[in-house]
């Protein structure tokens, strides 16, 4: 058994946030008695929502994206544009992690929570790959600090970095391009770590997430990702850093 918010996120209806929220709002039936927070059941349980019954999806999707700059990751906001509208299905679909509106590059849609849960965790072990181009030459000493980790919001210091190079400079401009590679995600985190040596971050892409490249995929793009992919990725979730 499991507790009701996890069914209905690992089905495929809501986020496991939205589940809780309409718990709470006693908008949720469990073979037909309104359910309560921390309240369990089964996948075999009857539900409702609203009166509605509703069904959760079996089948497990699983999508990589290019995503573009003005879309948000946030599936709450109809106003603006969503990186799941972006994907022709009609299933309930979410993204794992975020990037932030202005940011581009790889991002995974799906509509399994567990899967979502394992590579978001804190604990994931699955590294990311950036491309940021910066307001500044970036130095030999400032590329270390980078890589030895900067203390950002909250006296927090960033972990080490797998990998991080500078692939290009140009003096005129008074820019650099840096491959950075790291296994944690906090919100903005690369905007922040490159603040703290005082440098700004012009423009930032997702390259690379685990083993799963950009490739020549353009903005907008998407494809499902192999079964051998999201279990490589399920892998790397679960080794120790």
């Known amino acids: 058994m499991e507790r009701i918010q996890k069914i209905l996120s690992a089905g495929g209806y809501c986020s496991r946030r939205d589940a809780e929220r309409l718990i709470k709002e006693g908008r ?5 008695k309104v359910a309560v927070i921390g309240e ?65 590059g790889l991002i995974i849609v799906t509509n399994d929570g567990e899967f979502s849960r394992k590579i978001e965790s804190p604990s994931s072990n699955v590294p990311k790959t ?11 000493t400032m590329l270390e600090k980078l890589k030895e980790g900067v203390v ?46 005082g440098v700004e971050v012009i423009n930032l892409t997702r390259v690379k997430i685990g083993n799963i490249k950009l490739h020549d995929a353009k903005l907008g793009d998407y494809r499902k990702l192999s079964k051998d992919e999201v279990n490589d990725l399920l892998r790397l979730s679960s080794q120790k850093k």
């Open 152 to 197: 950002i919001l909250d006296n927090y210091k960033t972990l080490p970095l797998q990998y991080a190079e500078v692939m290009r400079k140009d003096k005129k401009r008074n820019e650099s391009s840096v491959k950075l590679v790291l296994t944690e995600g906090k919100k903005n985190q690369i905007k922040l770590m490159f603040s703290a040596i």
């Open 28 to 32: 949720v039936k469990v073979n037909n």
């Open 130 to 140: 950036y491309i940021a181009k910066v307001n500044k030459v970036i130095s030999k």
């Open 40 to 104: 369990k059941a089964t996948v075999k349980d009857e539900f409702k929502v609203d009166d509605q019954l509703i069904s959760l999806v079996k089948e497990k999707k699983y999508y990589i994206l290019n995503k573009p700059k003005g879309y948000i990751c946030s599936n709450v906001d109809a106003q603006n544009k969503r990186v799941v509208d972006l994907i022709n299905n009609d299933t309930y679909l979410f993204t794992v992690g975020r990037l932030d509106v202005n940011t581009t």
